[in-house]
Each structure stands twice: as C-alpha cells, then as structure tokens.
C-alpha cells in the first residue's frame, strides 16, 4: 500500500492572516480556480462570477477575511509575496469600481455584497469548509466549481476528494505514523530531522530544502520582529490591544536597537530568571498571532491560527538554550514538520474539524518534539513529548469571539508554546520506555474527540466564549 507523502513545506506554509483554513485556503482555492478557467478557456470568456461560502467558512468568514482572501485570489495575488500594505487599497479599488480585474487580466463586473454569498446555514457533507464559484460565460454557457479548504493551507478540489489530491511520492523512509518513524529511526539510528531531511530529496536537493528552511525562519522572525514595534487596537470592532509592545518596551527597559540580531543579544543579556522568560515567551507568542490578526504574513505552523507557538519556542531555543545555530533551526523545523505530518495524516489540523486543539494541540507538540530533539534528546524522548503536549489539548474547543482570530485564539498560543516547554522538561527527564501512551494513541485519541465534538465548537463561533462574552468586550 502507498504511504501519502507530506513535505516540510506543506506543513510550513508563509501566507497571510488571521487563519490558513479560512484565509489562505479560500486564496489558493481561487488562485487555482483561475488556473483552471486559463487551462479551459481564457479570463476574457468570464462574464460574470459569484462566490459561494458554505458552512463554517461563511459564520466565522468575515471576522477570518474569506471574502477578502477570495478576492485577493481572483486577482491572483500570492499570498506568499503581495505587500501587506496594498491588500486594502486593493479592496477599496474594486468596492469603488465595482470591477475586479480577473486574473489580473480581464475585467469583469463584480459587486462583493451581491457575488460573494455567505450560506450561513448550508453546509457541504465532505467538509465545512467549502466554497463553489458559479460562472457564466461570454456565450451564454455556465459552469460550476467547488473546493474544500481542509486545514493548515491545504486545498482540495470536488471530484478529488476521495484521495484528497494526497501526493504518494516515493520516499526513501515512507511514513504513516509515528510507528513508522520510530522504525526508521531505530533501523538507521538517524534523528528524526535527518529521517525528514533524506525524505525530502523526493522534491528538491537537500541545499534546497535548507534554504528554503531558513527562508522559513526568516518570515518568523519578520512577524516576530515586527509584532512587537506595532501598538494600538487589533482590526475587526473587539477593541484588542496588542499587548506584545507594551511586554517589549518593559522587558528591554528602553535599552536601544536597530535590528533583530541586536533585540535578541540584549534579551540574551537580560535577566533570565523564571519570570523573565516566562514573558519573553508569551511576547513571541503575542507578537505573531496579533499579526496574524492583523492580516499580517506568517508561517502556517501547522495553521495560522496556531501559527505563534513554535516561532516562540524556537527563539526560546536560540536565546536562552544555545540554539542560535542555522544548522539547529533547520534541525528544529524539520522535526517539527514530521510531527505535524503525521497529526494530519492521521487526525486532523483544522479547527473546523476538530476544534482547536487540531490547531494549539498539534503546534505545542510539533514544538515540543523538536526542542526535544534539539536538545539533545533521543527519538523516543521526542515523541513522548509531542504525546504529553497534545494529551493536554485535547479537547480544546475552537470558539472565537466575533468570529475573529483574537480572543481567545491569541493568548492560546502562549500557553501552548509554554506546554511545549514543560512536555520537552517532562520528556527530557524521564524514560520513555514507561510511558503508558504513545503519540499514535494519542492522534487517535485527538481524531475520536473531534468526531465527537459539537459542531459549535469547531470554527463556527456559535458556542463557548462567542457567545457567553459580549462583542463589546467589557465584562466586569
């Protein structure tokens, strides 16, 4: 039986904010449906378009920037390079006009409050996650097309859903599971980053996949960098204060730097007792998911909305345990990667589906394993500590306020970055071989809780938080 074959890159995806199920796959849905039209037709055939939001995508796609994402894909703007800062004047143009530029090519008539439809209360058997383009040609004919944005990036078309478009490359260490890792790394007595590495070869030179790997880490350290220089209210009528500044400005005491290289030596010089690192984390972690909800550019790790946890533990790595290597972050990231792979192979990442802990779970243990590994660890220590980080998810529910990417989605992150650390402790110092369960159990165990999971608690903000708080925020 083939094995489905999952790259770092598919795990480790650079996009735009607030959420890679909700907005970066609705974009790439629509970068690839303009793919298709250009391979059938031309854009110029195109004489009208309407978009379809069905199920979770349409109750929390507002506060996730669906319609905006859909848009920004039907202009075949890459998420991975678009400025930021355009992506609103690109709306307000076709508001205003009531054109969109299809393709970037060809025009056509477009009204966003009458052609992108939310079907608040229709949902699609195959996933909630679903959107359909409905179009009329030039000569009268029309067409249909629907995709499925099912976690962490991944897209996939109807009629290709019985397999999931899954890539079943020949790998020279294939995996399913965690037993199967384990097998390989015992056989060879290889890492498991070095297992990754060997498989990736599949698609590119191993040069290749460390450039791009630290291409990566780079985008990380870019929201990082940048989440903690910026202030005020975080988009979408919560009235959120970002918090990661004001944690920065105290914690460097007005200390003076022009880069990142150089805010890093003076964290690395500061006080490094308990709390103090205890906060740095948590101002990682801040810093990318207020970006995120910022429609800023992150790294899908494995989605959006978990996207702080393993930027925060890996710079934890580098400052204060002696990471700051380019070999070791390679290292750290393809670790994580495997974990992640094997979360989605064998469950879920994506909220919609099984609520957040298909999301914070699965990030605390992908970073829990590589800073294991990192650290010195063995294979088995590593993947203990991706089991005891998701055995203390399980269960979390995905229910954002407003539908937004903000409470209490941000402030999740930081605790899972912190979980990450203590189940890298736990596992560090204890013997695997006396674990009572496996990380495999442990991917059932999170599979079954999503299936039994109320659908007000995947993604549709219709239970939990969102609707117990008021929208206005001001609880006593």
Known sequence: ??????????????????????????WKAAMKFIDGVKEKYT??????????????????GKGHGTDLAVKMGLLYECPETTPVDDIYTKMEQIEKSRKLNLGGVAAIDFHPDEDIIFLYEESLPFHPN?????????????????????GGGFVVKEGDTNDLNKNFSELAFPIDDAKDLLFWCIKTGMPIYNIVLENEQSWRNEEETKKGMLHIWETMKSCIYR???????????????RRAYDLNEKLVDKRVYTSFEEWITIIKNSSTNFQSILDWISCFALAVNEENASFGRVVTAPTNGAAGVIPAVLLYYIIFANGNDDEKIIHFLLTASEIGSIFKKGATISAAMGGCQAEIGVSSAMAAAALTESLGGTQKQALMAAEIAMEHHLGLTCDPIGGLVQVPCIERNTMGAIKAIMASQLALQSSPDYAKVSLDKVVKTMWDT?????????ETADGGLAINVPLGMKEC
């Open 130 to 150: 679903a959107l359909s383009f409905l179009v009329t040609l030039q000569n009268g004919d029309s067409f249909s097309e629907t995709w499925y944005s099912t």
């Open 43 to 60: 854009l110029s055939a195109v004489k009208k378009l309407q978009v379809l939001l069905y199920g979770s995508l349409a109750k929390t």
């Open 227 to 241: 989440g903690v220089h910026q202030k005020g209210e975080l988009p979408g009528g919560l009235h959120v204060k």
């Open 1 to 26: 039986m083939p094995h489905e074959a999952i790259s770092a890159f598919d795990i480790f995806k650079i996009g735009i904010g607030p959420s890679s199920s909700h907005t970066l796959g609705p």
């Open 450 to 458: 999503a299936l039994d999971m109320n659908s007000k608690y995947k």
